[in-house]
């Protein structure tokens, strides 16, 4: 084997040299900034990529925020929205209650202006009827004819006494 032979390791180290430097430029010259860009490539795309996501991340915490303001302020008005139909439902309620307040004690009044009526008219017939009664009573018990006025006036009085 030829490559074993000691008298021919000095040209072989030589060409090994020569190849080695040839391989260390063509790598240097051409292999190696074409993978040097690649890398500064892809790292320029990963500080963009980062820079982007902290960006969306800013924004998506202020659209949170803004949310939260605008749930918050919905929040709000909704409890105002609610309290004003509250309040108007109270008022609206508290008017219909008076009205019919204000209908029942009419329609109480009525009642007691016909209950009275109708009391004295049962009265003034009680009255008439027992004026009769006690004029036939002592009619029949006397045997004379007495005097209305008297009788009505005995009854009369009677009949306040009692009431």
């Known amino acids: 084997m030829p490559q074993l032979d000691p008298a021919s390791f ?13 391989l260390y430029f063509l790598l240097g010259r051409f292999a190696l900034p ?4 690649v890398i500064k490539a892809r790292q320029d795309r990963l ?12 924004e998506a915490e202020q659209a949170i925020a803004d949310y939260e303001t605008a749930l918050a302020e919905a ?11 509250r309040d108007a439902t109270a008022a609206e309620l ?5 009205e019919l307040e204000g209908k029942l004690s009419a329609q109480a009044a009525e009642a007691e202006a016909r209950i009275q009526a109708s009391r004295e008219a049962a009265l003034t017939g009680i009255q008439e009827t027992a004026e ?15 005097n209305e006025d008297a009788v009505k006036k005995a009854v009369s009085e009677e009949m306040n006494n009692r009431r």
């Open 75 to 85: 929040r709000v008005k909704a409890g105002e929205i609610i309290q004003e139909v």
């Open 94 to 98: 508290a008017k219909q209650e008076a």
């Open 132 to 146: 009769a009664v006690v004029a036939e009573i002592v009619q029949m018990t006397i045997g004379q004819d007495v």
């Open 34 to 37: 074409k993978i040097g860009g």
């Open 47 to 58: 500080d963009d990529d980062l820079s982007q996501a902290e960006t969306y991340r800013k």
């Open 10 to 22: 000095a040209p072989q180290l030589v060409w090994l040299f020569i190849s080695f430097v040839a």
